[in-house]
């Protein structure tokens, strides 16, 4: 397929949370009580939300976000982020007190710890989110992940719905998904972790027929299409007709994997809305999930737009 041939410029509409990632990278982590020295520490743009956003914004979506920052200097600092990287911030709220922060910690093998301190991000509202929708003139994707109130997500999701978009959930941070948000979600893409909360103890793990076959029964259950992000191994995708597809990750060594799901998401989505067959979606995520893990920082590890655009092109070839 030539690169051409995609839609043109899809739009996504990302509803999510902002924060600033607040990373050491050290040897060890301290155990309770313990205080040991970092080997280095860097201040970034994080925020699951915008992360996605990021990625797709960098594969050449146009990309809206709908979210909320606070009233201090990282909210001035994440709106000239997005701005910046060519997102509509239009529909970022400034609410009173603090923005969302992540202080994270980062080990030689590149696996993090993560808190998130949600701030502003606890305060999207569901009325302002679902008005946002409708009032675009155009939208192919609705991205959500768990970082703001899931009924805010719920409505801009119905309100996608209304529209005729396809809703995109990341269910991250790992929790129980309300009712009605789960209604309204068409794609559901968990890590393993973040599955076993979804599923809960109706399909308990380490059945005969392996995780393959609950994946299927959860999206069979559920009316969800599903892709669980495997790490290092890859992911897995239930395709329409219940198949499963094993898609293996990009070898390679990482340094810091933070953000790499948000970096699968946000291809998978810009994948998606820009007519690639779901399976090459998945691809694209992968890929890019892949090369940021060989670099440090959330957003400051993704592919660059040339960058992104030289994996995007080995992906269409394919097709
Ligand atoms: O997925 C990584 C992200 O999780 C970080 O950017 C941090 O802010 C938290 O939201």
């Given at each position: 397929m030539?690169a ?6 899809p ?8 924060n600033?990632?607040q ?7 301290p ?11 860097v ?14 914004r960098?594969?050449?979506a146009?990309v809206?976000?709908?979210?909320a ?7 001035d600092?994440?709106?000239d ?6 997102i ?10 603090s923005?969302?922060?992540a ?7 590149g696996?993090n710890?993560?808190?998130?301190v ?27 992940q768990l ?8 409505a801009?999701?119905a309100?996608?719905r ?6 995109v959930?990341?269910p ?7 009712p009605?948000?789960?209604a ?15 599923v ?5 793990g ?5 995780d393959?076959d ?8 559920t ?13 897995l995708?239930?395709?329409?007709d219940g198949s ?10 990482p ?17 998606l809305a ?8 998945v ?5 890019l999930a892949g090369d ?14 040339e960058q992104?655009?030289?994996?995007l092109g080995a992906i269409?070839?394919?097709?």
């Amino acid at each position: 397929m030539e690169a051409g041939s995609s839609r043109a410029q899809p739009t996504i509409v990302v509803v999510g949370s902002l924060n600033v990632d607040q990373i050491a990278y050290t040897s060890r982590v301290p155990a309770a009580g313990e205080t040991v020295m970092g080997d280095r520490y860097v201040m970034g743009f994080g925020g699951k939300g915008a992360n996605q956003a990021v990625m797709a914004r960098r594969l050449g979506a146009r990309v809206e976000f709908v979210g909320a920052l606070g009233d201090d200097v990282f909210a001035d600092m994440s709106i000239d982020n997005m701005a910046g990287q060519g997102i509509d911030t239009r529909y970022i709220a400034r609410v009173p007190g603090s923005s969302g922060v992540a202080p994270i910690w980062v080990e030689p093998d590149g696996t993090n710890r993560i808190i998130v301190v949600a701030g502003a991000n606890d305060r999207v509202d569901p009325e302002t989110a679902a008005g946002a929708i409708r009032a675009l003139e155009a939208v192919e994707i609705v991205v959500g992940q768990l970082e703001i109130p899931q009924a805010a997500t719920a409505a801009a999701f119905a309100a996608a719905r209304e529209r005729g978009a396809a809703t995109v959930l990341n269910p991250a941070p790992a929790a129980p998904l309300e009712p009605a948000l789960l209604a309204v979600t068409d794609w559901l893409i968990p890590n393993e972790t973040e599955f076993e909360i979804l599923v809960g103890e109706d399909d308990v793990g380490d059945s005969e027929d392996g995780d393959a076959d609950r994946y299927r029964r959860f999206a069979g259950r559920t009316g969800t299409r599903l892709v669980v992000t495997l790490g290092g191994d890859g992911a897995l995708l239930i395709a329409a007709d219940g198949s499963t597809e094993r898609i293996p990750a990009t070898p390679v060594t990482p340094v810091d994997t933070t953000g790499a799901g948000d970096a699968f998401v946000g291809a998978f989505a810009y994948g998606l809305a820009a007519g690639l067959p779901e399976l090459e979606a998945v691809r694209l995520g992968i890929a890019l999930a892949g090369d940021s893990v060989t670099k440090p920082g959330t957003q400051s590890s993704f592919a660059t737009p040339e960058q992104a655009a030289v994996l995007l092109g080995a992906i269409l070839a394919r097709i």
